[in-house]
């Protein structure tokens, strides 16, 4: 028993000094807290080449020869600049909680280039926030060579802080050994012999943009309305069970299995899987699919004169089908698609890879404002995971 | 100075011995659970920060909008439990004995999935429970499950994969309290005219309790915590609160939802192991 009466004394003892360690600890921890968006026009920039580059990007997203991505070597050649490339980004939300802390601190991230999606709510809130450089364009002259469609996008106006890297399509795919064909949400959401079978992904952006052009709604302008109207369309196909699962990337092998018949999904990731199973169809629903752009982006305390002069780089047209030829995804440059019709016709002519104004026009995109509204975040949050 | 400290002071004695355990969990528990709690109580949002205000909605905001994936992450992890127990038991009891000198080889069974990784082996899961895998077709053809219908994207899915990840820590703790009974007790039961399910029922189960109990705590609290099953195996309609606080602390980056969320989980299971530790008889536990 005695033992008993001063374990407890001695682990009230041990709580009383616990509380004591905690105060500092907690004084130190929450400094993460307030943040001051820093001003970050008028930074005179050094116009002097760092030793290496460091370049966040998401994985296999960009040119491979065996263990070498030639494109990279060549920038290293020319320009005598090591690249560090890092295949660390798997989501938006991940990758931001991850250099978030750091840049809330005003301490560098220790990268110079980051990719992230713009149908994220991410790269508008790194420029909101002051936590990205201003690119350095004279050091960019091949900026001419963005694609017009990309030029002026709401959350960054004059591409000041951002250039895209590559763009895709979001729209249905199906397998169609063991479907018909699905080309539109009403199929997806509501054909009886597609029940259980069907996924939507996990991205707010990706699967309201979809829902929302299907109920005549616009993507581009959302309001408390249409975004509800599209939940309740969504939460009846998942309370029907029709949607088997929310998806990011990993609809993908579950569509190469069978277990979806149908799925909506990104066009780059079913130019790769034709590859292995040529039954696998891709299209934007006949209400109109939505486009999204992964976009470089240099975060503060990153090397902005050595970032741009890799941006311009990868704006030669030369280089720019270099990586496409391998990445397949939707390529913002001018040019590209003229040098790769004489090197990969194949390329060239996909039009997932290249594509036609017209399919251009038909993708809708989403309206910034609801990637920011906490709200419409939140629900969406609950839908997906609750 | 050597051992003459030690003597000098022997009242310091079991200060010093447990001050390094004591050390860990102030900085790995205490400091954390306290930045938990503060967190908790604050409001605000990513993009203007958050200030602690004492908010305790964030509290009743999480029991009334998640009421639902508490009690559902509780059924899954008790189901998983009970399953688990079931399974083990007799298990452990064969190994303990009647394993002879396979003892350590068939012990190596129990812990063999374990050398591969936790993902790897839910992801697993996925392709054995898959629309066209053996296991349906099976069941299927038992009747267990209709033409048509499916295993994988269901609660059933996720309650066996938790079954299955967290099998090991029910069956080693009762394992080892199984395998320190004296076997003398139960032949002396025996030799009072007690059937051997009645010794069994009367010796070697109250025996093995600390391993039954060291065993479901193992099991379930984890598993009342876990989301990954649920998110590879389940469907939208079989998450637990483990997934909830994933999407607020990583998609949201509403920490301080999440850190409440964190804290009920903490403080429901905190309840019930005391509740259970008091039904059982706390010097139980101990052996």
């Avoid at chain 2, 391993?211 to 469907?235: E, H, K, R």
């Amino acid at each position: 028993m005695t033992d008993q009466i001063t374990r407890k004394v001695f682990l009230r003892r041990a709580a009383a000094s616990g509380t004591i360690l905690t105060v500092p600890g907690l004084l130190a921890a929450c400094g993460g807290g307030g943040s001051s968006p820093g001003a970050s026009g008028g930074t005179t920039v050094a116009k002097q080449l760092a030793k290496t580059l460091h370049f966040s990007n998401w994985t296999l997203y960009i040119d491979k020869k065996g263990n070498r991505h030639p494109s990279l070597d060549q920038f290293q050649k020319k320009y005598g600049v090591h690249v560090d490339y890092r295949e660390d980004i798997n989501d938006n939300a991940s990758f931001f909680s991850k250099i978030q802390p750091n840049l809330s601190r005003g301490q560098s991230t220790g990268r110079d280039i980051i990719v992230m999606t713009d149908n994220s709510r991410y790269p508008a809130l790194l420029v909101k926030q002051g936590w990205v450089e201003k690119l350095d364009k004279s050091a960019i002259p091949n900026i001419k060579n963005l694609i017009p469609q990309q030029r002026h996008p709401s959350w960054d106006p004059n591409r000041d802080y951002s250039l895209p890297w590559q763009s895709g399509f979001t729209g249905i795919g199906w397998n169609e050994k063991l479907t018909d064909p699905v080309t539109t949400m009403g199929d997806l959401l509501g054909n009886k012999k597609l029940k259980g079978k069907v996924g939507l992904l996990t991205e707010f952006s990706d699967t309201l943009a979809l829902v929302m052009a299907y109920n005549g709604d616009d993507p581009a302008h959302i309001t408390d309305k249409t975004f509800n109207k599209a939940i309740a369309t969504i939460k009846q196909a998942v309370n029907s069970g029709q949607i088997r699962q929310f998806y990011g990337n990993d609809y993908a092998p579950a569509l190469a299995n069978g277990d979806l018949l149908a799925t909506m999904a990104w066009s780059g990731d079913i130019v790769q899987l034709q590859a292995d199973n040529s039954h696998l169809k891709w299209q934007q629903p006949d209400t109109g699919g939505d486009i999204w752009t992964d976009n470089m982006l240099i975060p503060k305390g990153g090397n902005v004169y050595t970032a741009s002069v890799y941006m311009n780089f990868v704006y030669e047209p030369k280089i720019a089908a270099e990586i496409e030829d391998y990445v397949n995804y939707v390529c913002p440059v001018l040019g590209a698609k003229e040098v790769l019709l004489k090197q990969d016709p194949a390329i060239a002519k996909n039009t997932l890879i290249f594509p036609t104004k017209a399919e251009l026009d038909s993708a809708h995109t989403i309206d910034p404002n609801a990637l920011n509204n906490e709200k419409y975040q939140t629900e969406w949050q609950n839908l997906i995971s609750a | 100075m050597g051992l003459g400290f030690f003597h000098r002071h022997r009242g310091a004695t079991p200060y010093l011995l447990l001050a390094p355990g004591m050390l860990w969990l102030g900085v790995f528990f205490l400091v954390p659970v306290g930045f938990l709690v503060y967190q908790s109580l604050q409001s605000g949002s990513i993009d203007f920060g958050y200030a602690f205000n004492w908010a305790w909605g964030n509290y009743w905001d999480a029991i009334k909008g998640y009421r639902g994936e508490f009690e559902r992450s509780f059924e899954y992890a008790g189901l998983a439990t009970l399953i688990a127990f079931v399974v083990s038991y007799p298990v452990a009891y064969w190994i303990a004995f009647r394993g002879g000198r396979w003892k350590n080889l068939l012990l190596l069974f129990i812990v063999a999935p374990f050398f591969v990784t936790y993902l790897i082996r839910t992801l697993a899961w996925e392709t054995i429970l898959s629309d066209h895998g053996l296991v349906l077709r099976i069941l299927t053809d038992i009747h267990i499950v209709s033409p048509g219908g499916r295993v994988l994207a269901t609660g059933t899915a996720v309650v066996a994969g938790i079954t299955y990840n967290y099998l090991p820590f029910m069956a080693l703790p009762l394992y080892v309290s199984l395998e320190q009974i004296d076997q003398t007790l139960v032949e002396a039961a025996e030799d009072l005219y007690a059937s051997k399910w009645r010794a069994f029922l009367r010796v070697t189960f109250p025996l093995s309790l600390p391993g039954v109990v060291a065993g479901t705590l193992l099991t379930f609290i984890p598993a009342a915590g876990d989301f990954i099953n649920a998110q590879l195996l389940g469907s939208p309609t079989s998450h637990m609160i483990g997934n909830v606080i994933n999407s607020k602390f990583n998609e949201l980056i509403d920490y301080p939802a999440a850190a409440a969320m964190s804290f009920i989980l903490m403080a429901i299971i905190l309840a019930m192991v005391l509740g259970y530790a008091r039904a059982v008889g706390t010097e139980k536990l101990t052996g």
